[in-house]
């Protein structure tokens, strides 16, 4: 029998979850002409297509490394989450323009109705960040983004829900698209959380509560690192940091460098996380511009 691992079978259920979500709104728009309903089914599909996604990346992340891809592929996942994350901007900013439209325009819209599917989805709303709720210690940015994401759903939805019960008591159709507009920030805000841990990670951003100098620091207490430089500290994938440097020790034997060596590894390992280490020795003070990285 096939069986899937814990992540995975979240996924699965948040997708035929957020699957049936869609297709309520979706219908719920249609009947009730409600703007607000309509933003929330077109949010709800790039919610279909970000839980794919996810799920194509824990899949593929499992795949060994080969020549080509010497890193495996780490890095697919956060591929995935910045994809996700510029498509939910564009909808969001989609939405925003037609609210706009719309809170000029307003258009009759059935409230009882909006009111119904409202309920009923706040309650699967929940369900569903019921059941992405990672492990508290898990570090997986992919997991975290989908459980807030599915949280917030839940106040969009909260949003929608007022503006029936709004629309209802005044008898304004105004409060539709300003619900929908609503939306459209909370999308926006969404896309950002999304894409900027996976843009940090692909601009070989320095890892997120990791200090340069810090480490520039451990390098230096060694008394026998008398200088470091042309020192990166970057992230192949949230979970593994890699860091190359040049040091110019005080002895001038291999072996002794070695030793050198293993005892920074040790210490990048321990006290900074890093288990992906690539040192340059010198011997001597060269021609070797630094990067000109500031220090504080
Ligand atoms: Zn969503
Ligand atoms: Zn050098």
Known sequence: MHTHDGPTRQLIWALL??????????????????????????????????????????????????????????????????????????????????????????????????????????????????????????RDINRWGVYWHALGDAFSSLGILLAALLIDETGWNGWDPVAALAVGLFILWASWKTARPSLRILMEATPEGTRLDEIRQTFLSHPDVNDVHHLHVWSISPELH?????????????????????????????????????????AEQHDDPDDGIPTN
Do not use: C
């Open 17 to 138: 979850l957020t699957g049936a979500i869609f297709v309520l709104q979706l219908v719920g728009a249609l009947m009730s002409q409600s703007l607000s309903l309509l933003s929330n089914a077109g949010h709800l599909f790039t919610d279909l297509g970000s839980i794919g996604l996810a799920l194509y990346a824990a899949k593929v992340g499992q795949h060994r490394p080969t020549q080509e891809l010497s890193y495996g592929y780490s890095r697919s996942g956060i591929v995935a989450a910045f994809v996700n994350g510029l498509i939910l901007a564009a909808i969001a900013i989609a939405l925003m323009i037609s609210s706009i439209y719309r809170f000029i325009r307003p258009a009759p819209v059935n409230a009882s109705v909006m009111l119904v599917v409202t309920i009923i989805t706040l309650g699967l709303n929940l369900a569903t960040s019921w059941v992405l709720h990672p492990p508290q210690k898990s």
């Open 242 to 282: 890699a860091l190359s440097a040049h040091i110019r020790l005080g002895t001038t034997s291999i072996r002794d460098g070695q030793r050198v060596i293993e005892q920074l590894n040790h210490d990048l390992a321990a006290h900074h996380d890093i288990h992906h280490v690539t040192l340059q020795i010198e």
